[in-house]
């Protein structure tokens, strides 16, 4: 991407690079470089085969236009190719890039790769000022060129289906593989307890055991492999003996998955093969090996990692177009830390990840998973917490004297059922006695309570809905008997799992504690609903799911147009007053236009954005998406939207309408989902216990303080537990939606990767303190500069 300076923006001349992998996400990163690139005024270049087309240059550099990342987002791997190349290596390899580089007056690179990939960006960066001055000792390039190419800058981004680049959460591709896996997994676990079978499963992850531990957690494996957390020396003799138990206790299948870098504590290589054999031997069980292989890489991406390249894509360019107002700006790469996408230094991470490797030879294991970072290191904390039960024989575990009751409450959510499962089995290795309520709170005063062990939440986490029951009802008319439920069954504790039914019961337990005593105990809830419309938490349980059924719908709609006249597209999403599915959908499906309730809009608005898409329709793009949140306007409902678009685009476009309706609260979870729900129901039931043992007083609980009665969410980049109570001022209970909500700062980005002429605030990015506007400029000469 070429110059810039503090006054404006000028000739900003670029390219984006794909190398060594393909993977799935790539092309969302791809489209977002692109335009966000030319919508501040830069002329971009693709390069294709990665360092190989850099190398050998000619016709593998070629400028970028709007239209040429178009219908890119529901493409899988990557479309301007990739490829390993040697010659980069060498200095004279390097020497060609640069001066094909400099042809092109491109100085600004956006590296799309691993860690190896990032690294051999870096040292050109480092080189560049003597590949320069070589090329000028060999007359290849004039003292001018030079001069007006002095600087190289790079922005990395990581693209790996492993996961195993330090200083991210997630990198680009690891969503969509996982996708892949629990696919097969959901797929196997119906053949094997069919038949009584044992499955291996190995799965990609040669250094990285992130894949198979999150699949596993996912799918509630029986075993997983890994490399960074080898098992003990006498591994072979406790797995038998637990899938015997399991076996004995009627279990009709064992799932265990095995990362391909897999080892002992001696560095010893664990094989599929190897374990299949010793089950056989020793067991006698029928067991099958599955490899996953290279099926991992492929198919559509998900809805997560296109919004995520999305993002990352046009931070790239912010950070480019900050780095170019200085010199020797070090290179960065753009990385996700909770919520939030930052900038962190690019060989700094590098040097952790291959730390990582250096602990591993050097049988160092924790270190190794510690460096791998915060995301990492939680989820096999939840991994070790859930699989201290799973070997053991429920007689092991330690008992408390405290009650502690789960319920779910509102509409259904994918993901609910496995946050039930996570928090049943995290209770009773805290030693606790856990109590099902089915139907909510209107099954709690009904008395329909029971308790539920270990083995009744089994081959939960896939299962879609709720399986405990749900219902919209509120406990306000119903305390008493409410109260009395809790007393007959001395319940301890409460962990509501729902949507905005929960939150409000939740305040209303809260405030009746003044009058019954049974609700001054420990009570949390997980905020689990398809519209993610609760305050005091950025995501909730299953709008994950939800939002992968609007993408696969809006890909599905979209390709029933190809090769027919121009055509557009208008399709009504749920969220009630909340526009999140819309916006995020919109954003992953790469909508043109997208209607809610938060953004108030009029009949003139309506009007612009059809003349838009009148405008885009006479360029190449045959196909145009427009989203409408369910109650975004009373009067401009989807038939009005509809026959507007359909009047006005006579002769140009025409016009189908599509309402998504309950497909979008169905199905089985996302992998997200399933481990988003594991893991906020564990560490909900882990604050539970930490409380009760801090109210326990006088051979009771009791306590009324706000500070325990909780919603445990994500903000920003941590999990964090509020009172209900402070969170009343946050919402607007008439449109049950927060006041404030984060995704908000997404519209600008969905408006500027569909040509719309709007500001874009990069306040959320994390890198600034003051909000800095970028709007579209006429590219510049060097003499305006």
């Known amino acids: 991407f070429g110059t810039f300076t503090k006054q404006s923006v000028t000739c900003f001349q670029g390219e984006s690079i794909k190398i060594l992998v393909s993977v799935n996400g790539m092309n969302a990163a791809v489209r977002a470089v692109v335009r966000m690139g030319i919508y501040v005024g830069a002329k971009v270049y693709f390069i294709h085969e990665g360092y190989q087309g850099m190398v050998d240059g000619g016709d593998n550099i070629i400028e970028a236009t709007w239209e040429s990342v178009s219908s890119m987002l529901q493409v899988g791997g990557t479309v301007i190719g990739s490829a390993r190349c040697k010659e980069f290596r060498t200095h004279e390899g390097r020497l060609k890039a640069a001066l094909n580089l400099v042809k092109h007056s491109i100085t600004n690179l956006c ?72 696919e097969v997994v959901d797929a196997i676990m119906t053949t094997a307890q069919s038949h009584q079978r044992t499955f291996v499963l190995e799965v990609m992850g040669r250094h990285c055991g992130y894949l198979a531990m999150v699949s596993a957690l996912a799918c509630g494996a029986d075993w997983v492999f890994i490399p960074e957390m080898p098992p003990e020396d006498d591994w072979e003799d406790v797995m038998c003996q637990k899938l015997s138990e ?123 998973v510690r460096l791998r970072g915060r995301y990492f290191t939680q989820v096999s904390v939840y991994v070790d917490k859930l699989a201290s039960v799973i070997y053991v024989t429920t007689d092991f575990h330690p008992q408390s004297s405290f009650n502690v009751a789960v319920l779910n409450v509102g509409a259904p959510a994918a993901g609910m059922n496995g946050a039930v499962r996570s928090a049943v089995r995290v209770g009773i290795t805290e030693g606790h006695k856990m109590f099902a309520v089915n139907d909510g709170f209107e099954g709690f005063y009904k008395g329909q309570i029971k308790e539920i062990k270990w083995g009744d939440v089994g081959g939960w986490t896939g299962q879609g809905g709720s399986l405990l029951g749900t219902k919209r009802t509120l406990p306000g008319a119903h305390l008493d008997k409410i109260a009395e439920q809790m007393r007959i069954y001395n319940i301890n504790a409460l962990l509501v799992i729902g949507g905005f039914e929960a939150y409000v019961g939740l305040l209303e337990l809260s405030t009746a504690r003044d009058k019954y005593n049974e609700f001054c105990v420990p009570m949390v809830m997980v905020p689990a609903t398809v519209s993610n419309n609760i305050p005091g938490s950025d995501l909730s349980i299953g709008s994950d799911t939800a939002l992968n059924a609007i993408t696969d719908t809006c890909d599905r709609i979209k390709q029933s147009a190809s090769g027919t006249k121009r055509r557009v597209f208008i399709i009504e999403t749920m969220g009630g007053y909340c526009g999140y599915l819309a916006t995020v959908g919109g954003l992953a499906a790469g909508a043109d236009t997208v209607y809610i309730y938060e953004e108030p809009f009029d009949i003139r608005d309506l009007q612009a954005n059809v003349e838009h898409l009148t405008q885009k329709m006479k360029t190449s793009i045959q196909r145009g998406l427009v989203l409408r949140n369910e109650n975004c306007n009373e009067n401009f409902n989807t038939d009005f939207i509809y026959q507007l678009y359909s009047e006005e685009g006579q002769g140009v476009f025409d016009c189908r309408k599509n309402i998504l309706g309950h497909m979008q609260q169905g199905g089985a979870p996302s992998p997200f989902d399933r481990n988003f729900g594991t893991k906020v129901a564990a560490k909900a039931i882990q604050w539970v216990t930490k409380t009760l043992k801090e109210s326990f007083k006088g051979g009771r609980v009791f306590t009324n303080s706000p500070d325990t009665a909780c919603l ?16 009343r001022d946050e919402t607007d209970f008439v449109h049950r939606i927060p006041k404030e909500q984060w995704w908000l700062k997404l519209r600008p980005l969905m408006k500027i990767l569909a040509k719309y002429k709007t500001s874009y605030d990069v306040s959320d990015s994390g890198q600034l303190e003051h909000v800095t506007q970028i709007r579209p400029r006429e590219t510049k000469t060097s003499a305006d500069i």
């Open 712 to 727: 445990l969410g994500m903000r920003r980049r941590a999990m964090v537990f509020q009172p209900v109570s402070q969170l």
């Open 111 to 182: 590296v799309i790769g691993g860690d190896g990939s990032l690294t051999g960006a870096n040292l050109f960066r480092e080189e560049w000022s003597g590949l320069l001055n070589e090329l000028v000792e060999q007359g290849l390039v004039s003292e001018e060129e030079v001069r007006s190419n002095s600087e190289l800058h790079i922005v990395g981004m990581v693209g790996s289906i492993d996961n195993d680049f330090c200083g991210t959460d997630m990198t680009i591709g690891t969503d969509s593989a996982l996708h892949r896996i629990i």
């Open 246 to 368: 399991n076996r004995a206790e009627r279990k009709r299948l064992n799932i265990i998955i095995v990362a391909e870098g897999a080892i002992d504590c001696h560095n010893k290589p664990i094989t599929c093969d190897y374990i299949k054999d010793l089950v056989v031997r020793r067991l006698g069980f029928d067991t099958r090996v599955t490899i996953l292989g290279h099926v991992q890489r492929g198919g559509t991406p998900s809805a997560f990692d296109r919004i995520l390249a999305s993002r990352m894509g046009v931070e790239a360019v912010l950070a480019l177009l900050e780095a170019s107002d200085s010199d020797n700006t070090p290179a960065c790469v753009v990385s996700l830390v909770g919520n939030q996408a930052v900038r962190l230094p690019l060989m700094e991470c590098v040097q952790m990840t291959q730390e990582v490797q250096k602990a591993m030879d050097e049988k160092k294991f924790e270190d190794a």
